[in-house]
Nanobody, 123 residues
Framework: QVQLVESGGGLVQAGDSLRLSCAAS???????MGWFRQAPGKEREFVAA????????TYADSVEGRFTISRDNAKNTVYLQMNSLKPEDTALYYC?????????????????WGPGTQVTVSS
């Protein structure tokens, strides 16, 4: 089993920055981590993903150039630096872990999920 706990969400104004963290614990091997978000009334959507052991990262087009995903292997923590935030970035942000050697954008392919952290961007 893997436990994931997100932190760092909050209420900010458009143009501000936030950094989300996701701490992972457990004995199961994990290949990669992803960030997803879900706004009220909308489906959960992919934001970014990173592999633990290599340089692989991938981003949604909507956040490319504004968000950066990174990891600290020693702390078993993945980060999502979010810059130039927009009101449309408002959502509940989840981190997820995948055992397979893939970085898919489909939520159902991930094996473990955190409870989420709320990000609200005011205009």
């Amino acid at each position: 089993q893997v436990q994931l706990v997100e932190s760092g969400g909050g209420l900010v104004q458009a143009g501000d920055s936030l950094r989300l963290s996701c701490a992972a614990s457990g004995r199961t091997f994990i290949y990669g981590m992803g960030w997803f978000r879900q706004a009220p009334g909308k489906e959960r959507e992919f934001v970014a993903a990173i592999s633990w052991g290599g340089p692989s990262t991938t981003y949604a087009d909507s956040v490319e150039g504004r968000f950066t995903i990174s990891r600290d292997n020693a702390k078993n923590t993945v980060y999502l630096q979010m810059n130039s935030l927009k009101p449309e970035d408002t959502a509940l942000y989840y981190c997820a872990a995948i055992k397979a050697a893939l970085l898919p954008t489909t939520p159902r392919r991930y094996d473990y999920w955190g409870p989420g952290t709320q990000v609200t961007v005011s205009s």
